[in-house]
Structures are given as structure tokens and as C-alpha cells.
């Protein structure tokens, strides 16, 4: 008999819109929105109305795209399916941490807006980019990385897609790069170089901001970016060391997998961890859940059909 997961959507699938046919259909769902706006009023406004342009500064994208996922979830939850384990995509392990109860909502909240400021101005020193490179081995994105003085893959997404960081002056140099090699390069819509050296002061930020917040053990297992593994004691380490090592996402589907775990749910904007865990495992059931609809849709099905 397998088990649900909660995926948390990470940043990049930003879009103005999101979350409220949430807001307005859910109970749970509001509560986060609103619990956002006491702190940090107008995240509300800016992820229903905001521009891309303006959701897309990390500044804004970190607490926004979080108050989606978070709010999927509780959606979810308040429908009556529960999930046995979380996983987050880089940003959405924040929210995956504070679903499964490390972080009370306000304290995850909170933490989200710090590591956002963080990660924005280490980006900004950095002057760093992203691009997810296609339709080449990771051996090969390795080679290329090699190449260039300060290009890292940071994001082992699936079989035939890495990310890249690198400085914003060599992206386009990358692009062409990886081209010649056979593959495609896709720069992300981040405003920086994750997961990567770029992020090294963000990371030691951050350490020293975890010292003032009890982070306590979830409740439900969250497997880390950081080693595709369940949280251990060091939890502080962890959420410090994810903003500047690289993302183990198939790596973390397929130990989830080995687990028991046969039913993904994808919370928060867009499709993106769905398309993935189908191409990391076609076997496995995967539903994704951004709006209301979706949310009854899923939790019908899951119902109809136990794991």
C-alpha cells in the first residue's frame, strides 16, 4: 500500500494570479494569505495583481510563490487528504518545513521574507543568473561548467535536465556553448545564481538568523535538497546550507519512492515538480493542485482511488 506527498512548487513559476481562486474558496487557504498580510502588508495584492516583472524579483517571488504552496496545502488538507512526507523544490522547502510543522506559519513567513533579502542582495553583488540546460547528460553540463571561471550545475532535476549558475556576463557565451554540445539552454526567470558559491553570504545570513527562531522537528518527514534525505537533528545547518548547495530533486523523488511513496501532490503555481517526478518515474501517480478546482479534483480522485 503506497503513501502521499506533499511537493512544495519552488520560484520561477510566479505568475500574477496566483492563489486567488484559493483566497477566495478556501478557509485555510485565507488564513495563510492573511497571516501573510499582517506581517508583510500587500503580499495578498501582489500575488493576485502584481506584474511578472514584479513578482519576479526574489524579493517579492520568495513570499509570494510561499503563501501559494502553503496555501494549496492547507487547502488540501482541509478537504481531508493528509500526506505522510513533504519535499520542497529550493524555496518551497520553506514551505514544506513550515507545513509539516517546523516553523509556525508566522515564523515561516517571516523566515521566508529574510532569506528572500538575502538571496536578492547576494544576487545583486553577484550580478548571477540561471538556465536550465536540456538534452544533455549531467557529466556532460559538468564539462561545460568546467569551462567557464564561475559556472556551476546546481539543479539535478531529472534525466536530461541540469541547471546552471553562473554570471549574468557569461550566460549568453553558456548558451551557445551548451548549443555546439547538442543540448538546449533555457535562462530562468531568478534573479540570481542559486544553489551555488554566489550564495555563500546568504547562507551565513541566514545561520545566524535560525539562532533567534526555535526550528522544531517536523512532524512529517522533509526531505532535503540538500542530501535528498529526511531532515536530521541539524536542522538549522540544513535550511542555512540549502540557499548555497545544489538541489537533489531526482535524487530526493527517487528515495521518496524507495520509501513507499507512489502518490505526489504538486502545491503551489504551476507544473512544473509534476512534470518532472513523471519523467523521473512514469509509475507513479502525480496530481497537481494551484487553485480550488484542483484541490476537490485531487482529493476526489486520491479518495477513489486509495493508495
Given amino acids: 500500500m503506497g503513501k502521499i506527498a506533499f511537493v512544495f512548487s519552488g520560484q520561477g513559476t510566479q505568475y500574477s494570479g496566483m492563489g486567488k481562486d484559493l483566497y477566495e474558496n478556501s478557509p485555510a487557504a485565507k488564513e495563510v494569505f492573511d497571516t501573510a498580510d499582517s506581517i508583510r502588508p500587500g503580499t495578498s495584492g501582489q500575488c493576485f495583481t502584481g506584474t511578472l516583472e514584479e513578482l519576479s524579483q526574489t524579493i517579492n517571488t520568495q513570499p509570494c510563490v510561499f503563501c501559494v504552496d502553503l496555501a494549496a496545502a492547507r487547502c488540501l488538507q482541509e478537504l481531508g487528504i493528509q500526506p505522510e512526507a513533504v519535499a520542497g523544490f529550493s524555496l518551497g522547502e520553506v514551505a514544506a518545513l513550515t507545513f509539516a510543522g517546523a516553523f509556525s506559519a508566522e515564523e ?11 538571496m536578492q542582495d547576494a544576487a545583486e553583488k553577484s550580478r548571477s543568473a540561471m538556465a536550465a540546460v536540456l538534452k544533455l547528460s549531467v557529466e556532460q553540463v559538468r564539462s561545460l561548467c568546467e569551462g567557464f571561471k564561475n559556472a556551476y550545475p546546481v539543479n539535478y532535476n531529472c534525466k536530461g535536465q541540469t541547471v546552471a549558475a553562473l554570471p549574468k556576463s557569461e550566460l549568453d557565451e553558456f548558451c551557445e556553448a551548451v548549443q555546439k554540445t547538442g543540448g538546449r539552454a533555457v535562462p530562468l526567470q531568478v534573479s540570481g545564481g542559486f544553489h551555488s558559491p554566489f550564495m555563500d553570504e546568504a547562507s551565513e545570513k541566514l545561520l ?53 511513496f507512489d502518490t505526489f ?9 509534476t512534470g518532472l517526478i513523471r519523467k523521473i518515474s512514469p509509475q507513479v501517480r502525480v496530481f497537481h493542485v494551484e487553485n480550488f478546482s484542483d484541490a476537490q479534483n485531487a482529493a476526489e480522485e486520491i479518495r477513489r482511488q486509495p493508495c
Fill in 108 to 118: 515561516g513567513f517571516r523566515f521566508v521574507c529574510k532569506r528572500a533579502e538575502f
Fill in 265 to 273: 501532490v504538486e502545491v503551489g503555481p504551476g507544473k512544473t515538480l
Fill in 208 to 260: 545566524s538568523e535560525l539562532q533567534n527562531i526555535d526550528v522544531k522537528q517536523p512532524e512529517l518527514p522533509v526531505y532535503s535538497n540538500v542530501d535528498a534525505k529526511p531532515y536530521g537533528e541539524d536542522r538549522k545547518k540544513t535550511i542555512a546550507r540549502q540557499v548555497n548547495s545544489p538541489v537533489y530533486w531526482q535524487k530526493s523523488v527517487e528515495n521518496m519512492i524507495a520509501d513507499g
